[in-house]
């Protein structure tokens, strides 16, 4: 009978050595997957943000080029080489006139968020 207490009591043990290593560990990997979520949010905001600079540099190109700024999109894409990621990105462009700085304004569509 006293040998089943001590079995029992090594076991008992053993896993308490475990656990510290084991909860170390967890703790590391959630770290590191947290880590991971939080540069994918920066790298989406930061490609948002490029892609509106983007736009805006054309716009001011075509402007310092041509002496007005550019009636649509398209325009930009074919005189310019702008290259615009429609699956990812909503574009709003609306021109106010030829010589003000139309609205520019990128959105991105569905769930991602900047």
Known sequence: MAKAFTY?????VAVREL???ILFFGA???FIMTGLANISKTTEAQQLKSAEQA????AVQCYALEGQYPQSLDYMEQNY?????????VYHYQSIGANLLPQ???FPIGDAEP
């Open 19 to 21: 656990a510290l290593p």
């Open 81 to 89: 080489g702008l290259a615009l990621d429609r699956e990812k990105y």
């Open 28 to 30: 590391l990997v959630v």
């Open 8 to 12: 029992k009591k090594r076991d008992f």
């Open 104 to 106: 520019i304004s990128v």
């Open 55 to 58: 736009l805006r540099r054309t």
